[in-house]
């Protein structure tokens, strides 16, 4: 399975950015679809996750309320639509792929696949 992410960039505070991820190699429609973050210095963040068909998407505490989760199943591809942007939103952001859907969705070690992340910076 290989993931490719995009949409990343500069933007300034306020403003919204819609994050694309593209998936290859297997059945997309099979997995639960996550998105992560990673700030300088920091953990690797949960953003929010959706399952394989587009039920019960779920969200982190860091960007809930900010952010939309969703998927096509028929272009292989998940997108996160994020809103009212702020400096510590920056990071590079990246998703994931996961074969089960549990208790532990939110954690890394549930996603067996994940893309190279995408870059956003969010400006003052």
């Known amino acids: 399975v290989q993931l490719q992410a995009s949409g990343g960039g500069l933007v300034q505070a306020g403003g919204s950015l819609r994050l694309s991820c593209e998936v290859s190699g297997r059945i997309f429609s099979e997995y639960a679809m996550g998105w992560f973050r990673q700030a300088p210095g920091k953990e690797r963040e949960f953003v929010a996750t959706?399952?394989?068909?587009?039920?019960?998407?779920w969200y982190g505490d860091s960007m809930k309320g900010r952010v939309t989760i969703s998927r096509d199943n028929v272009k292989n591809t998940v997108y996160l639509q994020m809103n009212t942007l702020k400096p510590e939103d920056t990071a590079v952001y990246y998703c994931?792929?996961?074969?089960?859907w549990g208790p532990g969705i939110s954690e890394r070690a549930s996603y067996h696949y994940w893309g190279k992340g995408t870059q956003v910076t969010v400006s003052s």
């Open positions: 959706i399952t394989w068909s587009s039920r019960s998407p």
């Open positions: 994931a792929a996961a074969r089960d």
